[in-house]
T-cell receptor, first 112, second 110 residues
Framework: AQSVTQLDSHVSVSEGTPVLLRCNYS??????LFWYVQHPNKGLQLLLK??????LVKGINGFEAEFKKSETSFHLTKPSAHMSDAAEYFC??????????FGTGTSLTVIP | KAGVTQTPRYLIKTRGQQVTLSCSPI?????VSWYQQTPGQGLQFLFE???????NKGNFPGRFSGRQFSNSRSEMNVSTLELGDSALYLC?????????FGQGTRLTVV
């Protein structure tokens, strides 16, 4: 069985400071892992995807995530937060390729 | 390249009615999956279709059904609507394990 746990339901950072959104996963196989972002009244946008090619994955808008198998973690980071980063972030796991299991989401607030 | 298109964007229905939502995937994508998003339950997988066949199904009652046409467009149907069915319904089309989501249909049941 596969599942995802996002450890923080809400994260608040000041503009220009680093962002860390935490995610732990559970999977019976070698999963694909994703981070998606959802802005208010918008659909989900793919930030990045891990598929075992490299443990450090770079995504769009300066985000990156590191896959740590020993810790079953896939935390999302960004060196410097921007106001436009304020949104809901979802960590997602998939084993079959087309069936995705979402975490409960982390709401990111960026303080000017 | 056009993205995933969901229609309608907003819908208000009465308890007991039925509703059909539509999803047009990205051209060339044969896999379409559906998700329900609510504040209490988050994003939950409903079902996935590939080449007109349902391949996977989430843990939802039989009132929720879907189908996919030969052009990969998909529809989702909910019968005998309940207040708890009020949600944002998202459709995703996938290719090579990468999913692209539509903006969703917001269904309100009154």
């Amino acid at each position: 069985a596969q599942s995802v746990t996002q450890l923080d339901s809400h994260v608040s950072v000041s503009e220009g400071t680093p962002v860390l959104l935490r995610c732990n996963y559970s999977s019976s196989y070698s999963p694909s892992l994703f981070w998606y972002v959802q802005h208010p009244n918008k659909g989900l946008q793919l930030l990045l995807k891990y598929t075992s090619a490299a443990t450090l994955v770079k995504g769009i808008n300066g985000f990156e995530a590191e896959f740590k198998k020993s810790e079953t973690s896939f935390h999302l980071t960004k060196p410097s937060a921007h106001m436009s980063d304020a949104a809901e972030y979802f960590c997602v796991v998939s084993e079959t390729g087309n069936q995705f299991y979402f975490g409960t989401g982390t709401s990111l607030t960026v303080i000017p | 390249k056009a993205g995933v298109t969901q229609t309608p964007r907003y819908l208000i229905k009465t308890r007991g009615q039925q509703v059909t939502l539509s999803c047009s995937p990205i051209s060339g994508h044969r896999s379409v999956s559906w998700y329900q998003q609510t504040p209490g339950q988050g994003l939950q997988f409903l079902f996935e279709y590939f080449s007109e066949t349902q391949r996977n199904k989430g843990n939802f009652p039989g009132r929720f059904s879907g189908r996919q046409f030969s052009n990969s467009r998909s529809e989702m149907n909910v019968s005998t609507l309940e207040l708890g069915d009020s949600a944002l319904y998202l459709c995703a089309s996938s290719l090579q394990g990468r999913a692209f989501f539509g903006q969703g249909t917001r269904l309100t049941v009154v």
